[in-house]
């Protein structure tokens, strides 16, 4: 009888070890999962420094599942084909302009209808980002200008 108790204590006492290692199991699995996810962020960022140090044509990256598109700087390019079609487009628009340009006036060359302000936001974001690159110069009334 007592080998009976014995063995039914000892089975119990296994049945809660074997539960607290079941949920240690887990929690390292989830820290796992997570450190290969940040392992796998930071490997997508270095790939993305490397791109944007050395990049002379436009490179499309993923980031945490979005296509982001890396806009060079004028003074790490060699010339404007390094941009995408789009940058190249409103690139070509303000050249051709007779004095500084609003997002305006290039959107209504590029043909979104420039009436309607959030269609006009995405093009100003990338005269924007060609002013920060030093492709354009943005005055301070927000009109912009082709660098020489």
Same mark, same amino acid.
Do not use: C
């Given at each position: 009888m007592q080998e009976?108790?014995?063995?039914?204590?000892?089975?119990?006492?296994?049945?809660?070890?074997?539960?607290?290692?079941?949920?240690?199991?887990?929690?390292?699995? /989830?820290?796992?999962?997570?450190?290969?996810?940040?392992?796998?962020?930071?490997?997508?960022?270095?790939?993305?420094?490397? /791109?944007?140090?050395?990049?002379v044509a436009p490179v499309s990256a993923k980031l945490a599942g979005r296509?982001?598109?890396?806009i060079p700087h004028r003074s790490d390019a060699a010339d404007e084909g390094a941009l995408p079609g789009d940058y190249r487009k409103i690139l070509a628009i303000v050249r051709e302009a007779v004095g500084p340009v609003q997002g305006r006036a290039v959107g209504e060359r590029l043909g979104p209808d420039a009436s309607v302000r959030g269609k006009l936001e995405p093009l100003r974001v990338k005269?924007?980002?060609?002013?920060?690159?030093?492709?354009?110069?943005?005055?301070?009334?927000?009109?912009?200008?082709?660098?020489?």
């Amino acid at each position: 009888m007592q080998e009976r108790q014995w063995i039914t204590a000892r089975r119990s006492e296994l049945g809660a070890v074997a539960e607290e290692l079941a949920k240690q199991l887990q929690e390292v699995r /989830a820290e796992r999962d997570e450190l290969a996810l940040a392992e796998r962020v930071l490997n997508r960022l270095a790939e993305l420094a490397r /791109a944007d140090a050395g990049a002379v044509a436009p490179v499309s990256a993923k980031l945490a599942g979005r296509a982001v598109l890396l806009i060079p700087h004028r003074s790490d390019a060699a010339d404007e084909g390094a941009l995408p079609g789009d940058y190249r487009k409103i690139l070509a628009i303000v050249r051709e302009a007779v004095g500084p340009v609003q997002g305006r006036a290039v959107g209504e060359r590029l043909g979104p209808d420039a009436s309607v302000r959030g269609k006009l936001e995405p093009l100003r974001v990338k005269m924007t980002k060609l002013a920060d690159r030093g492709w354009l110069h943005k005055r301070g009334d927000g009109r912009f200008t082709a660098r020489p």
